[in-house]
């Protein structure tokens, strides 16, 4: 029962760590260890989703592959801890893992009483629904008395209650802790409805039994806005991730990718020579980390878009297409902050 | 060779530290010292680090609103407190804890003398049922109750029914009875029959002791019981009437619901418990001596009497001990109700973890809520061990 353990030693972690604030910086904890330790989903594909072998592979993965990058030039130097939804935030707290990416929702509760800053959005998300095709379900509205199965220890709990308590519908809660226990008790019929992300939604209407039975209503009932997480004592870690997020986007945003990466070096615009650390731009050094480090990432993951056609796009099993997430000049909400 | 000259012994000076009793003294308050000390070390330690890390910390999130909803057996709302929550997270432990400590009581009781039976067909149907469930995890016995079997059950718009009452995959539905105004004259004429019955059950054994003359007490008692009971509901005129469960879009709404979660954990709980409690009750009899059983034959008792006056009443003491084992067994293995959904003090607590992070305040709840229920079951078992245990003279 690993999850019941977690905030013990989260407790046990505050109360044994000197009472002093000195604290070793991240970066340099990270770099004499040789790794980073990243808290990811225990099984969501798409986000955080280990294979057969037990490699993760997903978009959040992607990200704690890019931050690896970004300090060691090098993706394999991570470690992954796979955490559930009430386990993660005492991870993170206790420093059993230097970031998390794990599908979180930004919220201002999280971000100013657990001791967390968020380093950016990489996911513009929402809470949806998907029910049986045969329940013949068109609108949220429809479900007025419905059982919903709902993941506990997550705010899809809390956008629940108050998106039917706003409509004045009523409806029965089954809350249950693992992602895979719900997914479960939804496909034997327990409930009549799922609720989640609707990123999530996608994935988990492929571990269902019959995934074309089952259908995701058009509705988006709150704004979740995911993103990398760390703890709020070390400015200069928390600096990292949030650049390493930004340079994946403003290198979408500058048409750099994977497989141009190399020909860019001479491009001739100076947003693009700055990203990449050419000449005597030298903006790694303001966070602690080479020149080339942004080049480094995209030569080894690529650009915000090609992440994310990797792992959640069209032409994946997930079909996620851009929408919000697209670009600010191409119809999304996505915007890197320049690197200047 | 030093005690030749007894006249001029005479004894060692004595330090303070040779002194047995001064010593065991220093001794608790080194101890108390540090004790006290590291308490009071890790508890600033904490503090200090909590609010180093701008993590919030306190018990003031307990009167606030929760702004989530769980199925429990008190009407909680999104608009509940936190406090409250817990509070019914903890009923539910309870309530589902009670009835399985019936079930797997009951059942322990019958198998464990099945164990012990002479047809080989029940003695091994018995054996099978202990090894088997005893040797797999509990968590395991509730998913199968959960999965294999309350959601195999059929859909809702293909439910069992049998008059008002109805089975299917999303739980039990029956009639809630509604009390009517004059209720209340039922509820004391059944408690002065039960008074009554109780009074004749005290008569039968006096004559009994007196003449060696048998009376059935407890058939005259429920006779008593019904009748009283029934008569006064008859002449105050049937003041009850039942809430019908009613069949909505998707659920049944009116009506009492046990919904699967319960049900299952419930069963779960105590059809796994009641495979030790049967061991237990067979070691309990097997160490009352066999001469005890046949003295009572000798004396002319049949079976079920010799199991019921001689046996059992001595086996008690053997078997209550560790039978209070099993029952805060049952109490904590309730929490695994978790990876089905039931809303017990865990579920809620984790639900209460997160939009508050307070991981520490809700982890010293849980382990206060624990620990009183356990130290209940504790005292309550060991008066009952007092009250059976040998009066020795």
């Given amino acids: 029962m690993k999850n019941k353990l977690l905030p013990f030693l989260a407790g046990a972690a505050l109360a044994v760590a000197a009472a002093s604030s000195a604290s070793a910086g991240t970066l340099d904890t990270i770099k004499s260890k040789g790794f980073v330790q990243c808290g990811v989903n225990t099984g969501l594909p798409g986000f955080g989703n280990p294979d057969s072998s037990g490699a993760y592979s997903g978009f959040d993965v992607d990200y704690c592959k890019a931050v690896a990058v970004a300090v060691f030039n090098d993706p394999t130097k991570v470690k992954y801890t796979p955490l559930d939804g009430t386990e993660r935030f005492p991870a993170l707290q206790s420093g059993e893992v230097d970031l998390l990416v794990r599908n979180t929702t930004w919220t201002m509760s999280r971000d100013t009483t657990l001791g967390f800053t968020f380093a950016g959005v990489h996911y513009y998300d929402g809470e949806g629904f998907m029910v049986r095709k045969s329940a013949n379900i068109a609108h949220v509205k429809d479900l007025d008395g419905a059982t919903i199965c709902v993941q506990g220890g997550t705010d899809t709990v809390t956008g629940l209650a108050d998106y039917f308590k706003k409509n004045n519908l009523k409806y029965t809660p089954l809350v249950i802790d693992k992602l895979a226990d719900v997914n479960a008790a939804y496909d034997a019929g327990r409930c009549d409805a799922l609720t989640t992300d609707r990123s999530g939604l996608a994935a988990n209407r492929l571990q269902m039994k019959a995934p074309d039975d089952h259908v995701i209503l058009p509705e988006m009932i709150s704004q979740e806005p995911l993103g990398p997480v760390v703890r709020n004592n070390d400015v200069q870690w928390f600096q990292i991730v949030k650049w390493v997020s930004n340079a994946l986007l403003d290198a979408e945003y500058l048409g750099v990718t994977q497989a141009n990466v190399d020909d860019m070096l001479k491009s001739p615009d100076s947003a693009v020579q700055r990203l990449l650390g050419v000449g005597d731009n030298d903006f790694g050094k303001s966070i602690g980390l080479d020149p080339k480090w942004a080049y480094n990432i995209i030569k080894a993951l690529g650009n915000y878009g090609e992440i994310y056609d990797r792992n959640l796009g069209p032409k994946t099993p997930m079909g996620l297409a851009r929408g919000l997430n697209a670009q600010w000049n191409q119809g999304g909400i996505q915007y890197g902050i320049p690197i200047l | ?393």
């Avoid at chain 2, 000076?13 to 220093?26: D, L, M, T």
């Avoid at chain 2, 049998?162 to 009517?180: A, T, V, Y």
């Fill in chain 2, 1 to 393: 060779m030093a005690v030749t000259d007894a006249g001029r012994f005479s004894p060692p000076r004595e330090h303070w530290y040779n002194n047995p009793k001064a010593r065991s003294i220093a001794i608790q308050i080194v101890l108390v010292v540090l004790v006290v000390g590291l308490v009071a070390w890790l508890t600033n330690n904490t503090t200090t680090n909590l609010r180093e890390r701008g993590i919030a910390s306190g018990f003031a999130f307990l009167g606030q609103r929760a702004g989530f909803d769980m199925t429990t057996f008190m009407s909680t709302t999104s608009e509940s407190t936190y406090g409250f929550m817990l509070l019914a997270g903890l009923v539910d432990t309870i309530i589902v804890s009670f009835f399985a400590i019936i079930i797997a009581t009951i059942l322990g009781l019958i198998v464990g003398i099945a164990r012990l039976s002479t047809n080989w067909l029940v003695r091994t149907i018995a054996t099978v049922y202990v090894e088997l469930l005893r040797n797999i995890p509990p968590l395991l016995v509730i998913l199968f109750w959960y999965l294999a079997v309350i959601a195999a059950l059929p859909a809702m718009k293909d439910a069992f029914q049998l008059g008002d009452f109805s089975l299917s995959n999303r739980g039990i539905f029956m009639p809630r009875p509604i009390l009517g105004d004059n209720f209340q004259y039922t509820f004391f004429a059944f408690l002065i029959s039960l008074v009554i019955a109780f009074g004749v059950r005290r008569w039968a054994f006096a004559r009994q002791m007196a003449t060696g003359k048998t009376f059935p007490a407890f058939r005259t008692g429920l006779a008593i019981v019904v009748v009283l009971t029934l008569a006064a509901f008859l002449v105050t005129g049937d003041p009850l009437t039942f809430e019908i469960p009613a069949k909505t879009r998707f659920n049944i709404s009116g009506g009492w619901t046990l919904p699967p979660e319960f049900v299952s954990l419930m069963l779960a709980l105590g059809v796994y418990t009641a495979s030790f409690i049967a061991e237990i009750v067979r070691s309990g009899i097997m160490a009352v001596s066999h001469g005890q059983t046949e003295a009572a034959r000798a004396i002319g008792l049949k079976g079920s009497l010799v199991l019921r006056l001689v046996v059992l009443p001595q086996a008690l003491r053997v078997i209550i001990p560790p039978l209070a084992s099993e029952y805060l067994n049952i109490t904590k293995n309730s929490s695994l109700g978790l990876a089905i959904g039931f809303a017990d003090l865990v579920a809620v607590g984790n639900n209460v973890l997160n939009p508050t992070g307070q991981s520490i305040e809700v982890v010293a709840i849980w382990m206060l809520f624990y620990l009183g229920l356990s130290i209940i079951i504790s005292f309550a078992m060991n008066v009952f061990n007092a009250r059976i245990a040998l009066t020795e003279r």
